[in-house]
Each structure stands twice: as C-alpha cells, then as structure tokens.
C-alpha cells in the first residue's frame, strides 16, 4: 500500500505482504533510496524518514552506496598510497595480513561499527595476541576509518575504545656511563666511537649507519641528522629521509666525544665528504641482526655489566635518560632526540643553540666526572643501581 496524494511531504512508506512496512525517499542526486531494513509499523518508519529529512536539512546527508566497499580493498588502498616510509609500509602490511584482515577485510567499510570493532579486539587478544599487538593493529585500523570519515564513507570513527591504543611498554634497562663506556671498550676498534656515540647523544641505529663525514662538525661539536637508513624484510638497506620534521636536526654533543670521533674519522673513514661513518671491516654498512652476531653483542652486553636482554636501541633511550638528568626540559629533550607527532609538533619547539650548548656541557661534566671515577677505582654514585630499569617516556 503506497502512500495517498498529499499525505506525505518527504519520503514514502509501503506495507508489505508480511505486513512490514518499508520506507524510501529521493535522495538530492535523484536516486530513491531504501531502508537497509523492514520496520514495524509506520510509526517506526516515519522516525527513520524525519532523521533522513533532518540529515539532508543540515546538509550533512551520506551517500549509503558510498561505504559498501569492502574494507580489505580500502585499507589495501591506504596503505599503498598513504605517505608512508619503506619500512613503516613494510610493517602496516605485515599488521594488517596478520590481526586485520581475518577479522574486518569481508566486511564493507559502512558495516563497521563500535561494537564490530570491540568483539575484533577482543577475539585478537583471546587468540593470544599480545596487548602491544593489539594496540598497533586498533591504531593502524583507527588511522584508516579516520581517513574513510574524510572521504565522507562514513559519519563517525568506530574506534572509540577507551586505552586500546595503548599497551603496556617494557621497561628499558639504562645503562650507566661506566658500563657505556665499559661496552664500547670491550667492542673497541671501529665500534668504540660507534657506542659512545649512540649512548651520549641517542642517536637512532638507522640515523648512526647513515651519518657521513660531513655531518660531524667536531670544531662546533654538533652532529646533522640528515638521514637515516631503514632495514627492509629481507635484509635490503634503503636510505630514507627524515621521519618527520623534526628528525631532522643539529645534536649538540659533550666535548668528550670530540676526540674519539677525531680519532674515528682518522682511522676508519675515507676522506671524501660524503663517506660513511660507521662501517664494517670490508667498507660495508652494518645491519643489525649479522652485526650483532659479528660482535657477539650478547656476550659483550654480559662483560660491561649490563642486564640481560639489553639491546642497542636501549643504549638511545640511555642517551635520553643523560640528557635528562643533565637539566634539558622535555621541549629540549624532544628537539635532542628528534621525536614529533602532529601534535607534539605545535608543542615543542626547537631550542636555542646557546641552550643546546649549555645542555652539551653539561653532560660532558657528568660524564666527565664518572669517567674519572672509573679511572680511580671509586664506586658508581649514580642514583639507581647498574644497570636500573625505568619506564620508557
């Protein structure tokens, strides 16, 4: 039973034979649309008719043929086309094949709703997958319905599960500067210069293989990081820019790693501007899995005192924790280190040279002041045990 003449000025509503009623209306592109469901009684579909007159009134109306992709092929999409670094795509397809897809990909981006999204993080973690897992996953498919709302496929994120995009971080061991000083000793050679560097300024393992002679100013004590190397599946080194803006900077080094970057430059690297700093016996670029077996780092990791389970990117967040104690302010500390998000972006600002120099300094008085210490047989005065483990920031 259709609707009489002049009884309805928006939509139209039908009973059916099972005595159901279905409710339409024009759409502004002219095409009739339809409930994606029967209704009760007329009362239930004139409700759903005003809420679509009231959509279309604000201007805020959704196409509904628009979210009826499926979501596998739209994620597939925004991975391959997102501004993403080599090893950062690498890493979202490997997140999406594994947690994604088995959960979401069958189904059409519209279909997707909160309570979707939680029994798929549930059943991800019920499946055993860890709390870290998760959060990368529920991040990666946050970021891709973020940009479906954009492209106006859908009205609103699903993903709106309080602390999902969190997970529990390890604690990272910080090393003291005996034991740094201790590890690039036992290393010695070409990878004296190499630790000290990474746990007195923090420097990322991919930012360190990448460094070139002319990015070490040692009469202005500063090192440029322009550049960074990403490790691919496979073992392939890839050069990449910066990760953001921000990774992007100047880093004020203490005086005392002048001289054993002089004494480095001297011994291990080519004359010509643009030769790597650090690299292996043969002249190659060291990647980090046949590094660490070359050096025999677990061992040499046990020799300096240092706990078990210690790892080179532990010696950056130790150049962090120095930094720190030495007075820089979390503005400082993130310019030093070279961590950016989009909104800490509008936040940090870059520090003053004459800061960063005073920061410099006075880390070379701390470590200065240990290494002395070592020298004279005096125990470690520093505030934590060898070895101590604090919480990431």
Known sequence: MANKPGKRKFGAI?????????????????????????????????????????????????????????????????????????????????????????????????????????????????????????AKAYRLVRAILSTAVDDELIRQNPCRIKGADKARRRERAVATVQQVWALATILDGRWFAFILTAGLTGLRWGELIALRRQDLDLDAGTIHVARAFAELKGGKLVLVPPKSEASERHVTIPAILVQPLAAHLDDYVGSQADALVFVGERGGTPKRGSWRSTVRWTQRVKDAGLPA????????????????????????????????????????????????????????????????????????????????????A
Request: charged letters at 30%; proline letters at 4%; zero cysteines.
């Open 14 to 134: 039908r009973v059916l034979n099972s005595g159901r009623v279905q409710a339409s209306y024009l759409g502004p592109d002219g095409i009739r649309r339809f409930a994606d469901h029967t209704f009760p009684d007329e009362t239930s579909a004139d409700v759903w008719l005003t809420v679509k007159r009231a959509e279309l009134i604000r201007g805020d109306w959704m196409d509904p043929d628009l979210g009826r992709e499926l979501f596998d092929d739209y994620a597939t999409r925004w991975i391959k086309e997102h501004k993403l670094g080599p090893r950062t795509r690498e890493e979202y397809e490997r997140i999406y094949r594994v947690s994604v897809k088995p959960g979401l990909g069958r189904r059409e981006v519209a279909q997707i709703k909160p309570n979707v999204i939680r029994t798929w993080r549930s059943d991800l973690l019920d499946s055993g997958r860890s709390e870290d897992a998760a």
């Open 309 to 392: 389970g210690f790892s080179f990117h532990d010696l950056r967040h130790t150049g962090n924790h120095l930094a720190a104690r030495s007075g820089a302010s979390t503005k400082e500390l993130m310019q030093r280190m070279g961590q950016s998000t989009m909104r800490a972006a509008l936040i940090y600002q870059h520090a003053t040279d004459q800061r960063a120099r005073e920061i410099a300094d006075k880390l070379n008085e701390l470590v200065e002041g240990e290494i002395k210490a070592i020298s004279e047989g005096k125990p470690d005065d520093d505030d934590g045990a060898a070895g101590v483990l604090v919480p990431t």
